[in-house]
């Protein structure tokens, strides 16, 4: 690991930067400068004038995303600030044109107060086809995501909320599968209350898992709980309805499947050895998983997933936000819906035939070409018939 650290920073150092511009057309004469620049540019800026609508056509709009942070939870580094966190926006708008075909524009915000950074997204929200949040902490993101969506006519999306939601339910959906389990006989326990295990509970959920237990560092959630803030607040509205009580031991005991999006170690191998018999663990924290794989196997744990890339089905969001966005693009979506998200995993959960399906194989490879494809037609068709019903 210290040696990949050592030399990514080298590499940095030698490339000064992970993207940049590259142009469609050129300048080279004196026609092709009057057509991409003055004289001739008039004609699509009135164009736009008339109908804004135009700049889908007339620009690269129709394929373009802002990557936007303020730098406040930044890859597990925390809170490093914005210009700290621009290696990191680089790097996932490098994943967008790899893996999607996306152009991405890397922007770091210097505020970390609710209504400035709303208001600067706003005020660009002409210039893209879609906004990927990244990297903002809980409970603000929440906050940013939802104002923005009520001001937007294009996708908003918080990565680290919504794909990391759409990798893992389509991790369990596979899941449930190599071990014979129906969704609506599953039982979860979620170990960590922020942005990516609110989302991954709301997805699975929607999926039609019968209940979620959530548990967080106060303990189980559980009706009329104090000190709680509205985002959690509002998950006992469907969440524990058997009203549990204690910590994670309680959490865990006879569950079908525990997702951690929390801290290394905190799941012991007996409790995975309290949970039902074909039990799934998505130990997610990175770079220390809540139990190590190793171990959950040893306890019983029939499927293990991990943040990790050197063990088995690695929950990677790579899996996911490029072909969202690209379906997103596709259809001119003017939101990323639930809808579209169930879709998406449903889509990348079909990428692995039945017959490959095994307890090291439930999710595809990162680099497996049939990814993205398959994510935005299922994507862009969902906006489509969505669309269509509210028509």
């Avoid at 007339?58 to 936007?68: E, F, G, P, S, Y």
């Avoid at 001001?151 to 990565?159: E, M």
Wanted: charged letters at 25%; a negative charge; one cysteine or more.
């Amino acid at each position: 690991m210290s040696d990949i650290r050592e030399e990514s920073l080298r590499k940095h150092y030698e490339w000064k930067g992970k993207i940049e511009v590259s142009p469609r057309t050129n300048a080279s004469t004196r026609e092709a400068l009057s057509l991409a620049y003055t004289p001739g540019v008039a004609e699509p800026c009135l164009a736009i004038q008339k109908d804004p609508s135009l700049s889908y056509e007339l620009t690269r709009r129709w394929n373009t995303v802002a990557v936007i942070t303020d730098g406040s939870a930044v890859l597990g580094l925390g809170d490093i600030g914005p210009e700290a966190g621009m290696p990191v926006m680089e790097g996932k708008c490098l994943l967008f044109k790899e893996f999607g075909g996306v152009d991405a524009v890397p922007l770091c915000v210097r505020s970390k107060d609710p209504d400035e950074f709303v208001r600067t997204v706003e005020l660009l929200l002409g210039s893209f086809g879609g906004v990927n949040l990244e990297d903002i902490s809980a409970p603000r993101c929440f906050e940013i995501e939802r104002r923005l969506q009520e001001v937007s006519d294009i996708p908003i999306f918080h990565d680290d909320q919504h794909g990391t939601a759409v990798v893992v339910a389509a991790g369990v959906l596979n899941a449930l599968r190599v071990v014979g389990k129906r969704l609506e006989d599953a039982e979860a326990a979620i170990c960590g209350a922020g942005a990516a295990g609110v989302a991954i509970g709301r997805m699975l959920h929607a999926l039609g898992i019968r209940d979620v237990v959530y548990c967080d560092r106060d303990g189980i959630l559980y009706p009329g709980m104090s000190g709680l803030d509205p985002e959690r607040s509002r998950l006992l509205d469907w969440t524990n309805r058997a009203g549990k009580r204690g910590g994670l031991a309680e959490a865990v005991a006879g569950a079908d499947l525990f997702v951690g999006v929390s801290a290394a170690g905190v799941l012991k191998p007996e409790m995975v050895r309290s949970m039902r018999d074909g039990a799934i663990v998505f130990a997610m924290a990175n770079p220390t998983p809540e139990i190590l794989p190793e171990e959950a196997k040893a306890a019983g744990a029939a499927v293990i997933g991990t943040g990790r890339s050197d063990y088995p089905n690695q929950v990677n969001n790579v899996l996911a936000f490029p072909g969202i966005f690209r379906g997103a693009l596709d259809a001119r979506a003017k939101r990323i819906t639930e809808g579209m998200q169930v879709a998406a995993a449903y889509a990348l959960a079909s990428v692995v035939p039945a017959e490959e399906l095994s307890a090291d194989r439930i999710l595809p490879d990162a680099f497996d070409p049939r990814v993205c494809p398959a994510v935005a037609q299922a994507v862009a068709q969902a906006w489509r018939t969505e669309n269509a019903v509210h028509a």
